[in-house]
Nanobody, 121 residues
């Protein structure tokens, strides 16, 4: 059973918005930081945003001012609100927990299966 399950991806026009959700069925977020990565075809997996158990957040420079990560502890869910989407945001987005943000390649203890986000121009 996959403990992290993403939803909310889809096809959207440039300038539009999507909200990704990551439901944690294993109560992992109670003990680990959480976040979102993305991977476009032919590119490395890129860290997009992180959130600690206490709610402190980081966002990649490429998404600052457009994306917001948040969490609802009562629902064991981490969200990624994506606004002003651009075609270059097109990627598979992965939820993760136990993130090691300075690792290259990307490294985390738990991964979701990914959800596709496609932004048309």
């Amino acid at each position: 059973q996959v403990p992290l399950v993403e939803s909310g991806g889809g096809l959207v026009q440039a300038g539009g918005s999507l909200r990704l959700s990551c439901v944690d069925s294993g109560h992992i977020f109670q003990f680990y930081n959480g976040g979102w990565y993305r991977q476009a075809p032919g590119l490395k997996r890129e860290l997009v945003a992180t959130i600690t158990r206490g709610g402190s957040t980081t966002h990649a420079d490429s998404v600052k001012g457009r994306f917001i990560i948040s969490r609802d502890n009562a629902k064991n869910t981490v969200y990624l609100q994506m606004n002003s989407l651009k075609p270059e945001d097109t990627a598979v987005y992965y939820c993760a927990a136990g993130i090691r943000p300075d690792s290259d390649p990307a490294s985390a203890d738990f991964w979701g299966q990914g959800t596709q986000v496609t932004v048309s121009s």
